[in-house]
């Protein structure tokens, strides 16, 4: 028997095969507007197993015995808790099921294997110790293996040479071993500087027409002296020995064109960035066709050239099977080479934002450099690079970002780090720079879970001399998973737009070239789903030291941060108000949009381009125009669709039943594209949409995802004659939600309307 309390004077009772019906209340009980922690589950430690699982779910407190307490915070802690609940083998291997497929996000990411198997045998009896121990490990092992995969590999052919050389005193002989090249040496053991630069240089002089390739300009100028003739932007028709460059440009312009039918020696630097960029171009709205033939081309390229040289730290096993492949095709020997010479590698911290801050405002004021990391743009939205520029106190500092770093001439950016106590990197810096400076021993990485996670490992390497390095997990968490249909899907429905069909879409899915890609995508976003437990598995796997430090924040810490940000902001207003550099798009976006002149109040109404996001959502329930032949079809397809399903309209009433309605859409709905039924999951995702991580509530998950993509505002009416039934409680009125687009949105979305 399980009982129910909400409030003063009511207790309904449940039995034990009336779970279903429990939780039903509860929804609607929450739904309705009664607090959380008003609600509580009373039961004996018969019923405990079931209360405590009812009461995880809905954040509620449960009471067993007269004990009161809310179940854990995650699925790990609520294992813990069922245990001795558990009445038999089935309820305990579902408490050990939950500790051990959640295990991942505790370890290595706030502790180590050992520490976590410890902290679960002091909180479980002795009987579940092996059982829980054993599962733990297999578990993580089987996920640190998949993990190898992505930054490693395995040759697995005999065929292939595999040579350990001391990269500061040996080269290739491209002369005498033509094939394919492949030098994964660590970060720092000079395979740019000592191996592909002086290849690169004799392949030119020998008369190879030889290219290399990297994936950013910053990468670009950091290789050669800004008057090198071989640089991709100078006058390359007259160059007989070679072009250098970003893999991009030279791989598809015509202007190469020639360049590319001679060449006898391709090397590609930092392959990982230049093949994710190449599959990256069909987001970018390049067509489905024309991606097929640049794949293609770039594959004739690597069969064509006598030679390839292809150098990553971290190379993949799926790269190394699409070389070897390659190799295969076009009969060409590989040779693979590894570091002969053991690395030291740097201790990592795991700690807090603050701790870092605080540590790098302490070295500053005695006089020692830092270099700091963030994997966030300078230009994103809300991004926090700015605030941790103006967290950090000393006038000595430096922020360099990809518009900086394009205009720094090669060599300037490492006099500027020179000169400065602190410098500041965007993801700019992942790969081709070397700081040596011998004060510059302290390394700070801000991880928000944006780019790569081996590309974090980069990061680690750029300074040198470091001994160690300081990071702080600041996201990656709660990524919306895609299946490799849903990319497929989402991939060719972009691309085409109108002409879209379900027939084009299959024909798509028997194309090998794009369908390596698609493969390409599901690593590259698998491997973001459980963004830190990866991160940190690979620095184990690389040899790092992983320590904990992970202080409790101050409130002196909290009111750092709020200043940083308040300052943050002003210089943004600021900066749009005066147009500067950085800017001025931005600022003429707004005013394009809203068709007005620029204002601190404009501004701050705009929310950093959420309010036009909530405007341009609420557009396709208005308008009744064909909008086929848009790139957003897709997207004002998908929102009608949802419209009709909610009945949405200006002033828009809903109860749990449309809230659970909406639900099931998302589930198992469809909506119409064209002449076609697509289905809704394999789009409501955040691509689209603002999705609300809860859903235990339909109706307030209902509630908050129209307020965070549609702009409505929510308000309970009295309540009206809705009646529920509940075991052993008599009817009783439901609240009925009110959901309406403030005046503010109403008028500027009624201003837009009109001007289309």
Known sequence: MIVLSCGVNCQLKFGVDESNALRDKIVEIIGDGEPRNSVRLISDNKSGFDAVKIAFDYKITVVLDGHEFKPGSNRFNLGVTLLPFAKNEVEEKEAIDLVVTSSHHLCPERMSEVSLIDEVRSRTCNQFHTRIAEAIKNHLNAKKNAVSLAHNFYTKNDNITETNIDLCQERLCLDRFPGIHIVVTPPGTGKTTNCLIPTFDEAGNNGMHPIFLNPSRAFTNSLYHDQDERHYHTDITKNETGVYGVSLSILYRKKYKH??????????DEFEDVFNLMHSELGMRVSVDEYIERMDNFKKIIADASTVVIADAFLSQDSFDFISNLATLSNKKMFVYRSSKPRNMPEIFITTKPDIINKINERASSGKKCIVFSDEAHNAKKSNVNVLVNAINTPKKILIDADTARKFPNGAINKNVSSKLVSIFTPVV??????????????????NGLVQPNDIMQFVHRARNANNAFLALLGGKNRVYKNSDHIITELVMSALGCDYSIERLHEYCHNPTLMHMVNRLFIQHKLCLDYNFTLLTMLE????????????LKNSDKKMLELAELKTEEERIFGLLNRSEFYAKEALDIERFYGEKLSEELIRFDDRGNTRRIITNNIPLYKCTDDSNSQESVT??????????????????????????????????????????IAVKKFFNKDYFIIPSKRGIPIRFLESFLNKNFGYKTDSSKPKNYYR??????????????????????????????SQ
């Not at 796997?541 to 409790?552: D, V």
Request: glycine share 8%; net charge positive; proline share 3%.
């Open 259 to 268: 360049i590319r039918d001679k060449c006898q020696v391709l090397i590609i």
């Open 430 to 447: 992942k790969n081709g720079f070397s700081f040596t400076d011998k004060d510059l021993t302290f390394t700070a990485i801000f991880s």
């Open 541 to 552: 796997q690389q040899g790092y030291k992983i320590s904990y430090l992970l202080p409790e």
């Open 636 to 677: 004002f397809a998908m929102i009608r669709s949802l419209a009709n399903e909610l009945n949405l309209s200006g002033n828009y009433s809903f109860s749990g039943y449309e809230a659970d309605k909406f639900l099931a859409w998302i589930e198992n709905g469809k909506f119409k594209f064209g002449h076609e039924l």
């Open 725 to 754: 039934d509940g075991p052993g409680s008599v009817r009783s009125k439901r609240a009925v939600k009110i959901a309406y687009l403030p005046n503010d949105i109403s008028y500027w979305l009624t201003k837009k309307l009109a």
